[in-house]
Nanobody, 118 residues
Framework: QVQLVESGGGLVQAGGSLTLSCAAS???????????MGWYRQAPGKQRELVAT???????NYADSVKDRFTISRDNAKNTVALHMNSLKPEDTAVYYC?????????WGQGTQVTVSS
């Protein structure tokens, strides 16, 4: 029904930058927009945690650990969301998951690995 495809992960040195992108598509309810889109991450041995989200009206929400370093943006017409990550730290290493909320259901992508070397 809803598919999320992420891209842009990879290996980067500490202090570097990466941009993650996610494209959402769906086979039904095409006339309804995704109310919320965002990114979560999960490091080895840890729970999945919020990174950043953005509502269709533009309101954003960031985890304290990434404020002033990451920026989330979305294109409502294209149903895409991006995460621009600067000043990356080794502790940012994780699998990053795109998420999108359609009506009352949250959908998830398969995840993309981000590895930050020290």
């Amino acid at each position: 029904q809803v598919q999320l495809v992420e891209s842009g992960g990879g290996l980067v040195q500490a202090g570097g930058s990466l941009t993650l992108s996610c494209a959402a598509s769906r086979s039904s309810f095409s006339f309804i927009g995704f109310k919320e889109m965002g990114w979560y991450r999960q490091a080895p041995g840890k729970q999945r945690e919020l990174v950043a989200t953005v509502y269709d009206g533009g309101t954003t929400n960031y985890a304290d650990s990434v404020k002033d370093r990451f920026t989330i943006s979305r294109d409502n017409a294209k149903n895409t969301v991006a995460l621009h990550m600067n000043s990356l730290k080794p502790e940012d290493t994780a699998v990053y998951y795109c998420t999108a909320k359609l009506l009352a259901t949250n959908y998830w992508g398969q995840g993309t690995q981000v590895t930050v070397s020290s």
